[in-house]
């Protein structure tokens, strides 16, 4: 059984800053990618940024230069640094984790039940 949480989504103003944090936890052999998506009202839910397990980050155009991705691998946490927040970045943030337990000789997704960030104008 693996567990994934995100935490740290809440109200800012645009222009403010928050940091999210995804925890993974339980049955876990080894984790590889670790990622954050978003979806906001309406729309398909969309990939924001990624590390994988060997530290290379990619971002969407969208959050470039204002979002940072990093990793704690002895914690097995993943953090989202969001900076200069727009109101088009309200959305419920996702965290998947790519995941080898001790059962599986495959990587699983996993993913956590989001956090809302909600930016107002």
């Known amino acids: 059984q693996v567990h994934v949480v995100e935490s740290g989504g809440g109200l800012v103003q645009a222009g403010g800053s928050l940091r999210l944090s995804c925890v993974a936890s339980?049955?876990?052999?080894?984790?590889?990618?670790m990622d954050w998506y978003r979806q906001a009202p309406g729309k398909q839910r969309e990939s924001v940024a990624g590390?994988?397990?060997?530290?290379?980050?990619y971002y969407a155009d969208s959050v470039k230069g204002r979002f940072s991705i990093s990793r704690d691998y002895a914690k097995n946490t993943v953090y989202l640094d969001m900076h200069s927040l727009k109101p088009e970045d309200t959305a419920v943030y996702y965290c998947?984790?790519?995941?080898?337990?001790?059962?599986?000789?495959?990587?699983?997704?996993?993913w956590g039940q989001g956090t809302q960030v909600t930016v107002s104008s």
């Open positions: 590390i994988t397990g060997v530290g290379s980050m």
């Open positions: 998947k984790v790519k995941v080898l337990t001790p059962d599986n000789y495959l990587y699983t997704d996993y």
């Open positions: 339980g049955s876990i052999r080894s984790i590889n990618n």
